[in-house]
């Protein structure tokens, strides 16, 4: 799998970046996840988990610090996610780790919520 | 008898809203006003969230009416309540889901197990997130009151929040 296979998603107010870092897949988004972003997310989550149990990944780096804001459709989108991962099967499971941006207090809140909901698959760090 | 609770700051705000620009924008105006007084950036983000979620559920499901949204935090001892109101006009099947839900949520004992709940049954449906409300209540931490009277739903989040001391004019 390669960094060509993945397409970014470019909205007027929402983007996601994907990135290889080594072999680690790294998602950046950035923007504001509102009511229009909601089924370009769906779509891009879909395609995009599809291509990382194809790939065997084992991780996927999701980088949330340029992100000013997701509601509550979009985050459903992330939920439906780590539901398609967990419901994998168990060696095809791979982990989703979350860089938060600790001045967006929301995403505190909003990312223990998803680590609530698949504690074994989502994992949240601060990175500088 | 007990004085009022003093007002800090109050908004209203009476339109539908159609986008999501407008929806940022009033959020970003709740943040800018109730910021000042609030101070907690956390306590900010809760707001906010809760804000941005009751907006984006007016713009879906409010019917061809003017709602309104009215933001006021007053004082409450030493710290402040925040009282987040929309009225709204609906249809009967959307005020019976909404008012079934809000319902599950003022008794919920835990709001972040019954949210946990709620996301997976979101999972599974393909239409709607039905999570805002339960954001709201598990993550911006605030209860909620409401009433149905014929086809109008009045809907009250509130919580406690923390409050700056008051600023001497110059």
């Known amino acids: 799998m390669t960094a060509v296979g993945i397409d970014p998603l470019s909205l007027e107010n ?15 988004f950035s923007g504001n996840a509102d009511m229009d972003a909601r089924a370009p997310l769906e779509a891009f989550v879909k395609r995009l988990n599809v291509q990382v149990l194809a790939a065997k990944l084992k991780r996927v780096v999701c980088d949330m610090r340029g992100l000013y804001f997701m509601n509550s459709a979009c985050f459903k989108c992330l939920v439906q996610w780590i539901d398609a991962i967990v419901k994998s ?40 | 008898m007990a004085s009022p609770a003093l007002r800090r700051a109050y908004l209203e705000l009476c339109y539908r809203p159609v986008s999501a620009r407008q929806i940022a924008s009033a959020t970003r105006l709740v943040g800018e006003i109730f910021g000042e007084p609030i101070g907690e950036p956390d306590a900010i983000a ?58 599950s949520l003022i008794r919920a004992d ?56 008051r600023r001497s004019r110059a």
Request: glycine letters at 6%; aromatic letters at 6%.
């Open chain 1, 14 to 28: 929402f983007s996601i970046a994907p990135t290889w870092d080594g072999s680690t897949l790294r998602i950046a």
């Open chain 1, 89 to 128: 099967e168990v060696e095809q499971q791979y982990t989703l780790n979350f860089i938060k941006n600790p001045k967006m207090a929301w995403q505190a809140r909003s990312l223990e919520s998803l680590r609530h909901f698949g504690p074994a698959i989502v994992h949240i760090k601060i990175e500088p």
């Open chain 2, 46 to 103: 809760r707001v906010t969230l809760a804000v941005h979620e009751i907006l984006e559920n007016l713009a879906k499901y409010a019917a061809e009416d003017v709602p309104s949204l009215c933001v006021e935090l007053s004082e409450d001892g030493d710290a402040g309540l925040i009282e987040i109101r929309t009225k709204n006009r609906a249809s009967r099947e959307c005020l019976a889901l909404i008012g079934q839900l809000l319902e």
């Open chain 2, 110 to 165: 835990d709001p972040r197990e019954a949210y946990r709940e709620l996301m997976a049954r979101s999972a599974a449906r393909a239409e709607g997130s039905g999570l805002g409300l339960a954001r709201i209540r598990a993550e911006a931490e605030l209860q909620f009151s409401f009433e149905i009277a014929a086809d109008l739903l009045q809907i009250t989040a509130f919580g406690r929040v923390p409050l700056q001391p």
